[in-house]
């Protein structure tokens, strides 16, 4: 999944400015028992500018059938280096408990599909800020209780 196939390059003088492209080039689980299910989205941001741009904000949000299971904001993420890719890591952390509160019909041994959604905020010169949407769709098993 990519924010853009073809990135648009916007040509001042003799050098030329595009915007990033991103790709979620991974989702790890690197743990899962009966109280949580951690989450690590491996976000690839390619920066094809000459100079160094900052990564201002990530915003991110899980959701399952439109209902918002997981929230946040990371500031001050990184910085992509020019003419460079950067690996940007979010870690997410789902409580088993907290989602069934809210949603009773999660039972043990469901496979709940679920969409990772992400918002880069980077500054890139001569466009300004810009926000990168990302999106992929995804599932993760609950495991029975023993």
């Not at 280096?81 to 409580?95: D, F, K, M, N, R």
């Not at 949603?103 to 905020?121: A, F, H, M, R, T």
């Amino acid at each position: 999944m990519s924010s853009d196939d073809k990135p648009e390059i916007v040509e001042r003088g003799t050098i030329g400015f595009g915007k990033p492209t991103t790709d979620v080039s991974a989702i790890h689980i690197p743990k899962i028992n009966l109280k949580q299910c951690d989450l690590i989205v491996d976000v690839l941001v390619t920066n094809p500018n000459p100079i160094p741009i900052p990564l201002i904000d990530i915003y991110y949000l899980i959701e399952s059938d439109g209902r918002k299971l997981i929230s946040g904001l990371i500031p001050d993420a990184s910085t992509i280096h020019a003419h460079g890719s950067e690996t940007v890591q979010i870690p997410l952390c789902l409580i088993y408990d907290d989602i069934k509160n809210t949603y009773e019909d999660i039972q043990p041994g469901s496979i709940i599909p679920y969409k990772v959604k992400v918002d880069l905020i980077v500054d890139v010169p001569v466009f300004g800020r810009i926000t990168i949407p990302l999106e992929k769709n995804e599932e993760i098993p609950i495991p029975y209780c023993v």
